[in-house]
């Protein structure tokens, strides 16, 4: 009884907690920027640690602001940033900055650091959405063989996995032996589209004595998997985390400007090396572990992920063997 209770008190307390705090965060911001002069985003660009801490502070002050002005710049910046080129990006910043210190009266001559670091965050924040772009346009990108560039990108993945080892026909059984299901691995990619054969790409050229060491583990006559499907996997998985917005700690920790692809794929390279080891570890029975290992791997990942300071540096994997 008691605990059915306490549960019933800290659910009513998660629900009416995030209702208090808008109640009384104007306030907040009232008392704080009367006794220190800076308004919000003064205090976290000032404050937070550089990386996700403040670049986080600095997206949720941004998106709970009444300013219409600023609403207005968050609207058209969301607007412009899926067809925007480089050159219109990179003004992003610039009009950002004009914008926030003009509504917040924040003036050049006494805050001259304030620019560059909101500018900063606004790089980031807006880089992050770029890259949820770029990605989902691999991903919806279908595999086709009659496509040149694809094909020839499957063969260098086998290539670059089997060196010693020529393929015989374009299908074969002999895909089977780096991971793919059947003789023909297009329709393995049909989830994760092109984003799942770039992943694995990458993954093999960039960190080629890892990726080798991974798929050795894969042909383990006890713990064996399905190298190139569990590949796949982590792409999901990587996707999942960037597109619901767990991944923005990893990329605003790396990146001291806009993220893009390529970070995408080094994200990518340590989860499936750090599966790897994990799933070595658990000693599973039989490929029937693979969603409760999988499943208890993300959750570690996401745990990870919730605290600011967290990094997941790719160079163990250079450095492997």
């Known amino acids: 009884m008691f605990r059915e209770t ?27 920027h009367t006794f220190t002069r800076l308004c ?19 997206e949720r002050s941004l998106t709970m602001s009444h300013n219409r002005r600023i609403q207005e710049l968050i609207k058209d910046l969301n607007q412009h940033v899926e067809h925007c080129d480089d ?7 610039g009009r950002a900055v004009g914008i926030v210190m003009r509504e917040k009266c924040i003036k050049p001559h006494c805050h001259p ?9 606004v790089t980031q924040i807006w880089g992050y959405k770029r890259l949820m772009i770029a990605v989902e346009k691999l991903r919806s990108e279908p595999y086709d063989a009659a496509n040149i560039v694809h094909e020839r990108k499957l063969l260098e993945l086998w290539n670059e996995l089997m060196p010693d080892t020529p393929l015989e026909t374009r299908i074969t059984k002999q895909w089977q032996e780096i991971g793919f299901q059947g003789d023909d691995p297009k329709t393995d990619f049909r989830g994760m589209g092109m984003l799942g054969l770039e992943n694995l790409l990458y993954f093999v050229k960039e960190y080629r004595d890892a990726a080798r060491h991974v798929l050795s583990h894969s042909m383990h006559p006890r713990f ?4 190139a499907i569990v590949g796949i996997n982590i792409t999901s998985m990587a996707f999942r985390m960037v597109k619901e917005g767990s991944a923005k700690t990893q ?5 001291k ?23 070595m570890e658990s000693e599973p029975r039989n490929i029937m572990d693979f969603s409760t290992i999988y499943k208890n791997f993300e959750e570690w990942v996401l745990h990870a992920l919730k605290n600011d300071d967290t990094v997941f540096n790719s160079n163990p994997l250079i450095e492997i063997i």
């Open 6 to 32: 306490f549960c019933l008190v800290m659910f009513l307390f998660k629900k009416i907690l995030p209702v208090l705090h808008l109640l009384i965060r104007p306030f907040i911001k009232w008392f704080l």
């Open 40 to 58: 919000e985003l003064q205090r976290i660009c000032y404050g937070a640690k550089a990386g996700a801490n403040r670049t986080k502070q600095v």
């Open 87 to 93: 050159n219109e990006f990179i003004g992003f910043s």
């Open 113 to 121: 650091d304030f620019p560059a670091l909101f500018g900063q965050c």
């Open 224 to 227: 064996g998997y399905t190298f």
């Open 251 to 255: 990329f605003f920790n790396i990146c």
């Open 257 to 279: 400007t806009a993220p893009n692809v390529d970070h995408f794929h080094m994200f990518y390279s340590f989860l499936f090396y750090q599966f790897d080891s994990f799933w």
